[in-house]
């Protein structure tokens, strides 16, 4: 019997990707990382094959590029196209402020890599497990895809969006037995904040004074347990914030 497991996993040179990519492979799944760091992705799968002695394949590609995203996956080995797992989890929020004010370069990315790229890998993979009448998504959301916060719009839209695509996959899917899982998760500290604040560590340090933050390993967590469900359970909608924090609006911090 093949008891070999594949979880494909977008933006995992950082972050949660990263986190997610290590717990899965602890555990010995198969690795198919992504991103568009390709030293960190080649760092990331050398160390990985040497600590778990799992397989790991690096695809260094922008998920906003649709072209790449086709080409990257149709040209899979065909031992790496029985994907169990996808995690749809590259994004970010690039700058913070009123729609007045906004940068539309910013608005740009965030709808480009957020949704787009989303939908571009899902699309790629979907018909993957469909073939195998099996799988799981996880789509890496956030509480601001549940509500909106001052001067997050976009960003927020773009995870509202991500609500409504999870939603809709799962009607999409049903009948082809393919679970769809939302996690949504309240502040963490990863490269979140940095990439927010274009490379400002003061700034972005800032975000997490006063609380203890999610970390990357809290989601990785979550996600490994979506994924080892038995076969007939299904997670649909994962809320996780950190202790100190309620919603988006509401956050307790100590004074420093
Ligand atoms: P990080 O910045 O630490 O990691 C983001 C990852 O996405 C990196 O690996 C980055 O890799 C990758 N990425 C970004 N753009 C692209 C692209 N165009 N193509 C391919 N990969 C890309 O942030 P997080 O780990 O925190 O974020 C992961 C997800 O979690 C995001 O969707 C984010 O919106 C969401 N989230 C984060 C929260 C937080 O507070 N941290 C809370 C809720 C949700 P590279 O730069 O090498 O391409
Ligand atoms: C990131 C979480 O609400 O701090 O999605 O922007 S938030």
């Not at 778990?52 to 394949?57: C, H, N, R």
């Not at 169990?84 to 970010?92: F, K, Q, W």
């Not at 729609?99 to 790229?117: A, F, P």
């Not at 927010?196 to 809290?218: C, N, Q, T």
Request: net charge neutral.
């Amino acid at each position: 019997m093949n008891n070999r497991k594949i979880i494909f996993i977008t933006g995992a040179t950082a972050g949660f990707g990263k986190a997610i990519a290590y717990k899965f492979a602890a555990h010995g799944w198969d690795i198919i990382i992504n991103g568009r760091r390709e030293d960190r992705l080649n760092q990331i799968e050398v160390d990985l094959r040497e600590q778990f002695g799992v397989k790991v394949l690096s695809l260094p590609f922008d998920v906003r590029d649709r072209a790449k995203v086709q080409q990257n996956i149709q040209s899979l080995p065909h031992d790496w196209k029985e994907i169990d797992v996808l995690v749809n989890n590259a994004g970010l929020a690039s700058g913070l402020s009123t729609i007045q004010e906004g940068d539309i370069d910013d608005w740009e990315v965030m709808i480009d890599t957020n949704v787009k790229g989303l939908l571009y890998v899902s699309r790629q993979i979907m018909p993957m497990m469909i073939n195998r009448k099996q799988g799981l998504i996880i789509n890496i959301s956030s509480i601001a895809g549940k509500e909106a916060y001052a001067r997050g719009n976009v960003y927020c839209a773009t995870k509202h969006a991500v609500d409504a695509l999870t939603k809709s996959m799962r009607i999409d899917l049903l009948e082809h037995g393919i679970k769809v899982t939302s996690i949504d998760p309240g502040a963490a500290e990863t490269e979140f904040s940095l990439v927010r604040f274009r490379g400002d560590a003061e700034r972005a340090k800032k975000s997490y004074l006063g609380y203890e933050p999610l970390h990357a390993e809290d989601i990785a967590d979550i996600a490994y347990f979506a994924a080892t469900r038995p076969a007939h359970v299904v997670l649909n909608d994962i809320v996780v914030t950190p202790l100190a924090q309620a919603n988006t609006a509401y956050i307790v911090k100590k004074e420093n």
